[in-house]
C-alpha cells in the first residue's frame, strides 16, 4: 500500500490513527491535525448527501440520517470534486440498508426521487422541438414512421411501488407536482403507488409529472431508441394518441426529433 493509499484509508476511517510520515511546520502534533482534517471532509461530505436528499433527511430525522450519511461516505468517497455530483449511488445502497437497519421500505425510492431531482436541475441545457418542428414532423408520414426523438438531458424516469411523491412534496419549499398524464380528459387522481414519476425541467425549474401507464411505456420505448411510431403502436384509439402527443408537444420532453 502506497502512502498516498494510507492517507486516503485513514482519511475515511474515523478513529483509525493518522498515517505515518506526517509533521507540522511549528511541532504541533499531527496527529491531532490530521483529525480536524479529517473531521471536515467527513463533515462536508455528509452536509452534501444532506443539501442532495432533504426530505429523506427529515423524514428519517437529522440524527439517523446522519449516521446513515457517514457510513456511506467513509465506503463511497466522491469521484469528482463537484459536491453536487456526489451519492449517486446512495439510493441503491440504502436498499440494504433498509433491511439491516429496519428503515422504511420506501427510502430508496424517496432517494432515487431526491437524486433525480438534483441531476435534472444540473443537467446540460437542450433547445427543445419547436410548434413548427412538431408540424413538419405530423405532416410527413415516413419521417414519422422512422423518426427517433431523443429525450431531453432533464428528463429522469422512475419507477415507484410506494406514495412517496407526499412525503418528497412536503419538504420542498416550492414543489412543481404535475398532474397525471393520463390520456384521458377527465379521470381521477390514480393511486401514486406502482406509477413511473418523470422528472423534468421546463426553463429553470424542475418539475415532477405522474405519467399514466400508456404515456409511461411509450416514452420507454424512446428511451430505448424506439421511432416515435413504434412507442405509440400499442395505443389503438386515436384520440388517445392525439391527447398523448398534444401532452409531448407542451412538455419539455425531448432535443431532437
Given amino acids: 500500500m502506497t502512502w498516498y493509499d494510507e492517507w486516503c484509508q485513514a482519511l475515511l476511517s474515523p478513529g483509525s490513527p493518522a498515517p505515518a510520515g ?23 461530505l455528509r452536509d452534501a448527501l444532506a443539501d442532495t436528499f432533504p426530505a429523506l433527511r427529515d423524514h428519517l430525522g437529522h440524527s439517523t440520517f446522519a449516521d446513515l450519511a457517514l457510513d456511506y461516505v467513509c465506503q463511497y468517497p466522491p469521484h469528482s470534486p463537484i459536491l453536487a ?5 446512495f439510493p441503491d445502497w440504502l436498499v440494504k440498508q433498509q433491511v439491516l437497519r429496519q428503515l422504511p421500505s420506501w427510502c430508496h425510492e424517496l432517494a432515487r ?3 433525480a431531482y438534483v441531476d435534472s436541475f ?34 429522469h424516469l422512475i419507477e415507484v411501488q410506494h406514495e412517496i411523491l407526499p412525503l418528497w412534496a412536503a419538504s420542498q419549499e416550492a414543489a412543481r407536482l404535475s398532474h397525471p398524464l393520463d390520456l384521458e380528459d377527465e379521470r ?20 415532477v409529472v405522474v405519467l399514466s401507464q400508456d404515456a409511461a411505456l411509450a416514452l420507454k420505448r424512446i428511451a430505448s431508441g424506439s421511432s416515435l411510431a413504434e412507442a405509440l403502436a400499442d395505443i389503438d384509439d386515436e384520440p388517445l394518441r392525439i ?6 408537444i407542451r412538455l419539455p420532453l425531448f432535443c431532437a426529433l
Avoid at 243 to 248: E, F, G, K, T
Fill in 113 to 115: 426521487l431526491e437524486r
Fill in 85 to 89: 455530483d456526489y451519492g449517486h449511488s
Fill in 22 to 44: 506526517l509533521s507540522t511546520w511549528n511541532g504541533s502534533d499531527p496527529a491531532q491535525r490530521f483529525a480536524v482534517y479529517r473531521n471536515n471532509v467527513l463533515v462536508v
Fill in 122 to 155: 444540473h443537467a446540460a441545457d437542450a433547445e427543445t422541438p419547436t410548434l413548427v418542428d412538431w408540424q413538419h414532423l405530423l405532416a410527413d408520414e415516413q419521417r414519422l414512421v422512422h423518426s427517433r426523438p431523443q429525450l431531453h438531458p432533464s428528463l
Fill in 188 to 207: 381521477p387522481t390514480p393511486n401514486l403507488r406502482f406509477h413511473t414519476l418523470c422528472v423534468l425541467r421546463e426553463e429553470e425549474e424542475v418539475a
Fill in 243 to 248: 391527447q398523448l402527443l398534444a401532452h409531448w
